[in-house]
């Protein structure tokens, strides 16, 4: 129980140590939510980073949430996005040709991340989450909307099992909006960021 908490108080000493050095990496547009999410990433002077993507809260209470992507799980977590991409791709295609108007079917992709949650004015952290990928299709408004949602499922914290949310999504209304979301968070970009210069260093 003792290397239990001891393993807790270090992870949480880790988190505040790399929210202390997040900075705004980028941004995002959830066009079906009509709104625009923030990316951040915290890097540390070994090159280790942790990207931290806000998506749309499904719970009312907790509106503010997010993924969290470190180094070791980036690679899996695109991979997992561009065979989702192609999955999306072919049953746009496959639906369209049939004249399915109605379908929410699971997508068989797999990935593993971590989350982060506000729970009244502090924010909590879950260390491993499960993706789950989802193909939808219906109507609004006389159109057909075609929908990639990307669910971290319900999230607990780590630090104490009685604050729980409902989970966060990415919701992606086309390839090109997945691909977009693709190039934004790729290692060249996050190379690009890390290797800016500070602004201090150019006025000398």
């Known amino acids: 129980m003792k290397k239990m908490t001891l393993l807790v108080i270090i992870a949480l000493a880790l988190i505040g140590y790399n929210s202390n050095a997040q900075k705004k990496f980028t ?3 959830n066009t079906y939510a009509k709104k625009t999410y923030d990316i951040q ?22 509106e503010k949430g997010g993924l ?3 180094e070791k799980r980036h690679q899996g977590f695109i991979d997992a996005l561009n065979e989702a991409k192609l999955k999306y791709q072919d049953w746009v295609k496959t639906a369209k040709e049939n004249d399915v108007k ?23 952290f879950q260390f491993l989450v499960n993706l789950g990928f989802d193909f939808k299709i219906f109507e609004k408004d ?22 729980d949310m409902d989970g966060v999504v990415l919701v992606f209304t086309s390839d090109n909006e ?27």
């Open 27 to 29: 941004t995002y547009d």
């Open 41 to 62: 990433l915290s890097t540390e002077d070994n090159g280790k980073y942790t990207l931290y993507i806000d998506a749309l809260s499904l719970d009312n209470l907790h």
């Open 68 to 70: 969290m992507v470190d």
């Open 102 to 124: 109605e379908l929410d079917k699971e997508i068989p992709v797999k990935s593993k991340v971590a989350g982060y949650f506000l729970y009244g004015s502090d924010w909590q």
């Open 142 to 163: 006389g159109a057909t909307q075609y929908l990639l949602i990307v669910r971290s499922g319900k999230m607990q914290s780590s630090s104490n099992q009685f604050m």
């Open 178 to 204: 997945i691909q977009d979301f693709i190039n934004l968070i790729s290692l060249q970009k996050i190379k690009d960021f890390q290797n800016k210069p500070k602004a201090d260093d150019l006025f000398k």
